[in-house]
């Protein structure tokens, strides 16, 4: 497993170098994308690799003369990434419209970056209603023509069908990596559970499939083991992380030697990515949807019923009823809110939850950070005294 988990950190580390080592040995092109509800399954049906972008990494240079200081940091990284031309490997980037930031970044991006070819997805903010599933699904239906025009390849009901099944596979190894690592943290480090993850969101999916079963393979015959010796791996608080994107390894690091340990979260770079997709292709979903004649109806409802973001709207306390709900289903002890600077719409969010949590008793903190992190004698020591309060 070290070995594998090695492979992903460096993949993690450097996902563009990645592309350009797998186009080189396969043929097979990338396409970036910047939000999680992108949908996947199209791009991988069109013969593609889906490769989620975090943005470069150190001083930016150029991004200042389009985006305010006071902008997203994630967004301001992802577009120095392009202006600098380290995207010249992709095929294209897809665009879902979520917060404003990310529909100013595709704005930016068509009128200064030449990487390939540009599509916008406007998804819907309301997903509740019927109108919002009919809406969701064509949307996807016009994804589909556009991918089948810019990559030159029909895309047929099988490999619609086929991609789904392999991003079913992929979310539900993920969802088996996280529940062994809950009922025992010892297993892996939050920093690995991380890397692992990028790692998915990056890698070819039939490679990550294969590499996510070894490695919850191995978690498996571990877990037997550690099991063998009562008490083991209780000594850590337990805590929920909920948020964004986490692009930062070495916090999870730092949670841990303040005597934390992330057990899950609620993270579209974590749990969100897979949690209520997993268990999607199981049972008879397909033989259903196949009476019904449409595969694309049911990549459409995968993405609706998932765990929303402050960018979507499924209803008024919601996001709160989950959290509070997750800390009670994974025997959390506090709560890290982990929050972008500058990020709108989870700073509007913010005061809602804190109030649901607060009612509930429910410890918290609020970590506003960006790229890069701050100082670690400054997270430490708030970190420290959060596990003291708790």
Same mark, same amino acid.
């Given at each position: 497993?070290?070995?594998?988990?090695?492979?992903?950190?460096e993949?993690?580390?450097?996902?563009?170098?990645?592309?350009?080592?797998?186009?080189?040995?396969?043929?097979?092109?990338?396409?970036g994308?910047?939000?999680?509800?992108?949908?996947?399954?199209? $791009?991988?049906?069109?013969?593609?690799?889906?490769?989620? @972008?975090?943005?470069?990494?150190?001083? *930016? +240079?150029? /991004?200042? =003369?389009?985006?305010?200081?006071?902008?997203?940091?994630?967004?301001?990284?992802?577009?120095?990434?392009?202006?600098?031309g380290?995207?010249?490997?992709?095929a294209?980037?897809?665009?879902?419209?979520?917060?404003?930031?990310?529909?100013?970044?595709s704005d930016l991006?068509?009128?200064?970056?030449?990487?390939?070819?540009?599509l916008?997805?406007?998804?819907?903010?309301?997903?509740?209603?019927?109108?919002?599933?009919?809406?969701y699904?064509?949307?996807?239906?016009?994804?589909?023509?556009?991918m089948e025009?810019?990559?030159?390849?029909?895309i047929?009901?099988?490999?619609?069908?086929?991609?789904?099944?392999?991003?079913?596979?992929?979310?539900?190894?993920?969802?088996? $990596?996280?529940a062994?690592?809950?009922a025992?943290?010892? @297993?892996?480090?939050?920093?690995?559970? *991380? +890397?692992? /993850?990028? =790692?998915?969101?990056?890698?070819?999916?039939?490679?990550?499939?294969?590499?996510?079963?070894?490695?919850?393979?191995?978690l498996?015959?571990?877990?037997?083991?550690?099991?063998?010796?009562?008490?083991?791996?209780?000594?850590?608080?337990?805590?929920?992380?909920?948020?964004?994107?986490?692009?930062?390894?070495?916090?999870?690091?730092?949670?841990?030697?303040?005597?934390g340990v992330?057990?899950?979260?609620?993270?579209?770079?974590?749990?969100r990515?897979?949690?209520?997709?997993?268990?999607?292709?199981?049972?008879?979903?397909?033989?259903?949807?196949?009476?019904?004649?449409?595969?694309?109806?049911?990549?459409?409802?995968?993405?609706?019923?998932?765990?929303?973001?402050?960018?979507?709207?499924?209803?008024?306390?919601?996001?709160?009823?989950?959290?509070?709900?997750?800390?009670?289903?994974?025997?959390?002890?506090?709560?890290?809110?982990?929050?972008?600077?500058?990020?709108?719409?989870?700073?509007?969010?913010?005061?809602?939850?804190?109030?649901?949590?607060?009612?509930?008793?429910?410890?918290?903190?609020?970590?506003?950070?960006?790229?890069?992190?701050?100082?670690?004698?400054?997270?430490?020591?708030?970190?420290?005294?959060f596990?003291?309060?708790i």
């Open positions: 497993m070290r070995e594998i988990l090695q492979t992903m950190t993949i993690a580390a450097a996902p563009l170098r990645y592309a350009r080592r797998l186009q080189s040995e396969t043929g097979k092109r990338s396409v994308y910047v939000c999680s509800y992108t949908p996947e399954e199209i $791009i991988v049906a069109a013969g593609a690799n889906p490769l989620r @972008l975090f943005g470069v990494t150190g001083e *930016l +240079t150029r /991004v200042d =003369a389009h985006l305010q200081s006071y902008c997203c940091s994630l967004v301001r990284c992802i577009l120095e990434s392009g202006l600098k380290d995207t010249d490997c992709l294209g980037v897809v665009f879902p419209h979520t917060c404003d930031s990310m529909q100013r970044l991006w068509r009128l200064n970056v030449t990487t390939g070819f540009h916008d997805a406007v998804l819907p903010v309301k997903l509740t209603t019927e109108s919002a599933r009919e809406y699904f064509d949307v996807l239906r016009r994804f589909r023509e556009d025009r810019e990559s030159g390849v029909e047929t009901p099988g490999d619609l069908w086929k991609a789904y099944e392999l991003m079913g596979q992929v979310r539900s190894l993920l969802f088996r $990596i996280y062994l690592r809950c025992e943290p010892k @297993l892996l480090s939050g920093d690995d559970l *991380l +890397t692992i /993850v990028k =790692a998915s969101m990056i890698m070819d999916r039939r490679q990550a499939a294969a590499m996510l079963g070894e490695i919850a393979a191995a498996s015959r571990e877990t037997q083991e550690v099991t063998a010796f009562p008490g083991t791996g209780k000594d850590r608080k337990r805590l929920l992380m909920v948020g964004g994107v986490c692009n930062h390894p070495r916090l999870h690091g730092l949670i841990e030697a303040a005597g992330v057990v899950w979260d609620d993270l579209c770079t974590g749990a990515y897979f949690q209520d997709t997993a268990d999607k292709t199981q049972g008879d979903t397909r033989e259903t949807a196949a009476r019904e004649g449409e595969p694309l109806r049911v990549i459409a409802e995968s993405y609706l019923q998932r765990a929303v973001c402050p960018a979507k709207h499924a209803g008024l306390t919601s996001r709160a009823e989950r959290i509070v709900s997750l800390v009670r289903d994974k025997g959390a002890r506090g709560v890290i809110f982990l929050h972008l600077k500058f990020c709108d719409p989870h700073a509007f969010d913010y005061p809602y939850l804190k109030t649901a949590l607060d009612r509930e008793k429910i410890p918290h903190l609020m970590l506003e950070i960006e790229d890069p992190l701050p100082a670690e004698g400054q997270l430490r020591t708030r970190l420290e005294a596990m003291e309060m």
